[in-house]
């Protein structure tokens, strides 16, 4: 067939693997690079060569340098100038302790040390009424004098400027005319609530540099005049330059692109209530998915509050690299910390440290000649010495604690899905396991079975679903504003009318992103309370606001307070630009003749050595059923079904797992 002139390439980087898809023929084609760490520009770099041999590209990218340089804590020297008098808020934050019991607790340190920490002698009402105006000549000073204690970067966050953003627009332009990277929080996050305003915006001041450098090493390297769009924490993509200067609504772009491949898949199998289960080598994501992704604007990130939109996913610290070890009361641990890409678990040649991918092959659950279709060849025996001599130590059975590795990490993600459902009211049983990564289909039954689900689905291509997730992801935006208004304030037709210049600045800036104005669809909903409360909930707004915001509160708390007055806090602009996307079909992928069933094997579950089977996922057919014990092994991830399920292919080749 004729190569396509232009090719779109979804990238997906992550802890072991960076992930590559794209279509030719109508066929989806995936890639795998391991990671490089120390520089990911150059597996992204790397993976885009192989694939676009000089043709025109499109690539979608779901980045985790910005996650990664707030983790470690390795963002640029950054400077935070603020109202006087409130130099500090982003020290002394809320009064929560996320370890109540703890006698030596120490919250956090901000990204900012006090002596980078400035104010102006300025005040602006909450009305939006300036108070005391701003002096220049101080702004000036100011500005000097942080460049002058080493910032890099600078964030800009008064009082009261989502009412009127004047003085910050005036202390924001000098720094630019000084060519110094600024973050408004105005831009940012135009919303009350001042401490969580502040540290999005000290946030994103922190990252954005970090981001800039590293999409220029992409264009440097091998984009060009290509269109490069990052993925968004909101599931979906923005344009490169827009996420320079936001590079804090990328933290959670990697995961989010997951949900949205996930959904997806669901959704075209008419399944509308998954739970998305993301286990890679590093960590897991899990999300719930009930009609429509859950998104919530009050997400934390190393302790930090982030008040952007942003899908709701719970991360932990179990992946297939996770490191398993005795701490020293005699106890098994498994993870967080994790073997990486390098050296990777002792099974890809170069650990030295057990981890749960190590624990699946020693328990033959991997296949050591058919992992990544061949192309890696795994290292049993080193293995089998490593958990035998681990297990000497500890004085246990070798088997016994290859088996406890893997129950250590589905206890921790059991608990992670168990936040996100049956902690929010959620009757987990109506609902699906949807598991993806390179690892969650070796943990996916297991977890549906503890949690009494409907059943398990793995997706065509697990191993990169996150990096399919970005290529059918659309442009989107997300707008807001804080009016503070009472119920009896205000109507539907004076909230039609405050949305309007909300609504022309969201059309405007999705036409700078390259969407046809046609193209752009925009939802609008309310942040709403009960006089008195102090969290929100976001309704969709209709005429019949009210009414649903009570209907909401009873859904979600179990109450309603019909006859107190509403307020509503703030509004909300979602805009849509839909991207054309060309279709693939998995079907073409199956080679005439191919047969499904590979080999007989042996592996052990619960401690007993059973008699299974090994399939190929590019041989099996619609309507296929694999009983287990089974193995099914393909490119991007190795999907085991235990005794008492079995398996079955639908239209979209998906595998449903069902209780035999």
Known sequence: FEMPDEIIIGVDTGGTFTDFVF???????????????????????????????????????????????????????????????????IEIGRQNRTKIYSLKYKKEPPLIPEDKRLSVNERTLHTGEVLRKINLDEVREIIEEAVNRGAKSIAVSLLFSFANPQHEEIIGKECIERNIPVSLSHRIVPEFREYERTSTTVINAYVSPVMEKYISQLNDYVLGEDKLTIMQSNGGCISADTAMNE???????????????????????????????????????????????????????????????????????????????????????????????????????????????????????????????????????????????????????????????????????EKAIRVISVEKGYDIRDFYLLSFGGAGGLHAVDLAESLSMRGVIIPYAPGVLSAIGMVKSDIIKDYSSTVMLREDDTSFQELTEKFKSMEKKAVDEMMKEGVNKSAVSLMKFLDMRYEGQSYEIIVP?????????????????????????????????????????????????????????????????????????????????????IVGPAIIVEYSATTFIPPHWQATIDENLNIFIHRR
């Open 23 to 89: 279509i030719e023929d109508g066929r989806l084609r995936t890639l795998k690079v391991l990671s490089t760490p120390s520089n990911p520009a150059q597996a992204v770099c790397e993976g885009i060569e192989k694939i676009a041999k000089g043709r025109r590209k499109k690539i979608v990218h779901g980045s985790t340098v910005a996650t990664n340089a707030l983790l470690e804590r390795k963002g640029a020297e950054t400077a935070l100038i603020t109202t006087k008098g409130f130099e500090d808020i």
């Open 247 to 413: 590079a804090v609504k990328t933290i959670l772009s990697g995961p989010a692109g997951g949900v949205v491949g996930a959904s997806s898949a669901a959704f075209e199998s008419g399944i509308r209530k998954i739970i998305s289960f993301d286990m890679g080598g590093t960590s897991t994501d899990v999300s719930l998915i009930d009609e429509k992704l859950s998104m919530t604007t009050e997400s934390y990130i190393c302790g930090m509050p982030v008040k952007i939109p942003m899908i709701d996913i719970h991360t932990v610290g179990a992946g297939g690299g996770s490191i398993a070890r005795f701490d020293e009361g005699g106890a098994l641990r498994v993870g967080p910390e994790s073997a990486g890409a390098d050296p990777g678990p002792i099974c890809y040649g170069r650990g030295n440290e057990v981890t749960v991918t190590d624990a699946h092959l020693f328990l033959s659950r991997l296949s050591e000649k058919y992992f990544l279709d061949g192309l890696m060849k795994l290292n049993g025996m080193k293995v089998e010495t490593a958990i035998k001599e681990m297990a000497k130590r500890n004085g246990i059975d070798p088997l016994t604690l290859a088996e406890g590795i893997i129950e250590v990490a589905n206890s921790t993600m």
């Open 541 to 625: 707004f209709t005429e019949n606001y009210i009414e649903n915001f009570n209907d909401l509160h009873k859904e979600r708390y179990g109450y309603s307070h019909s006859g107190i007055a509403c307020e509503i806090v703030n509004l909300r602009i979602r805009a849509i630009g839909k991207r054309e996307m060309t279709k693939y079909d998995p079907k073409k992928d199956k080679t005439v003749g191919q047969r499904s069933f590979v080999e007989n094997c042996n592996l052990y579950y619960k401690s007993q050595l059973l008699k299974g089977k090994v399939y190929s996922r590019q041989g099996l057919d619609v309507g296929e059923t």
